[in-house]
T-cell receptor, first 112, second 115 residues
Framework: AQTVTQSQPEMSVQEAETVTLSCTYD???????LFWYKQPPSRQMILVIR??????QNATENRFSVNFQKAAKSFSLKISDSQLGDTAMYFC?????????FGTGTSLTVIP | NAGVTQTPKFQVLKTGQSMTLQCAQD?????MSWYRQDPGMGLRLIHY?????ITDQGEVPNGYNVSRSTTEDFPLRLLSAAPSQTSVYFC??????WGLGQKRFFGPGTRLTVL
């Protein structure tokens, strides 16, 4: 069975600072994808970043980057220059084949 | 494009009632899926479809039926609602037939309460 664990239920960061959200996963699959999704109070799910397991290079999208450690099965999200609009729930997700698994989420608050 | 649309936005049912949650997309996506989101549990995959006429089970399929007669629509049916099905339901679609790695577009969600 695949599992995704987010061990930080809540986090806060000062505006303009950097914050890292943790995610670990467990799988015996060799081919998979990892994602971070953002869910603001509007409830809309928004893709932040994705990582292909066979790529060693860490994905980046503007202020968002990941630290993908395949051997450790770790996939953390770093948000640089945090903005008030980054306040949201963040979900780590794992996909293999057509199955998709989400973590329980981290609630991030950006403090002005 | 309207993207992924879901109706209704809110619904209250009594135990034992049936209903259908509607999901439609206008992006010609092959892959469509349904999730439920419960407090403290993240999203869990209920059913998915890789194309018209093809559906399969996800992590939590019990109590739900789906069908895919067209590329655009993927309704989720609750045959006999139970309080345990109180949740927020999301529909999502993506272009790739196999869904691997492709960007999923999510609908706005349906909040369902079963009394």
């Amino acid at each position: 069975a695949q599992t995704v664990t987010q061990s930080q239920p809540e986090m806060s960061v000062q505006e303009a600072e950097t914050v890292t959200l943790s995610c670990t996963y467990d799988t015996s699959e060799s081919n998979y994808y990892l994602f971070w999704y953002k869910q603001p109070p509007s409830r809309q799910m928004i893709l932040v970043i994705r990582q292909e397991a066979y790529k060693q290079q860490n994905a980046t999208e503007n202020r968002f980057s990941v630290n993908f450690q395949k051997a450790a099965k770790s996939f953390s999200l770093k948000i640089s220059d945090s903005q008030l609009g980054d306040t949201a729930m963040y979900f780590c997700a794992f996909q293999t084949g057509n199955q998709f698994y989400f973590g329980t989420g981290t609630s991030l608050t950006v403090i002005p | 494009n309207a993207g992924v649309t879901q109706t209704p936005k809110f619904q209250v049912l009594k135990t034992g009632q049936s209903m259908t949650l509607q999901c439609a997309q206008d992006m010609n996506h092959e892959y469509m899926s349904w999730y439920r989101q419960d407090p403290g549990m993240g999203l869990r995959l209920i059913h998915y479809s890789v194309g018209a006429g093809i559906t399969d089970q996800g992590e939590v399929p019990n109590g739900y039926n789906v069908s895919r007669s067209t590329t655009e629509d993927f309704p989720l049916r609750l045959l006999s609602a139970a309080p345990s099905q109180t949740s927020v339901y999301f529909c999502a679609s993506s272009y790739s037939t196999w869904g691997l790695g492709q960007k999923r577009f999510f609908g706005p969600g349906t909040r369902l309460t079963v009394l």
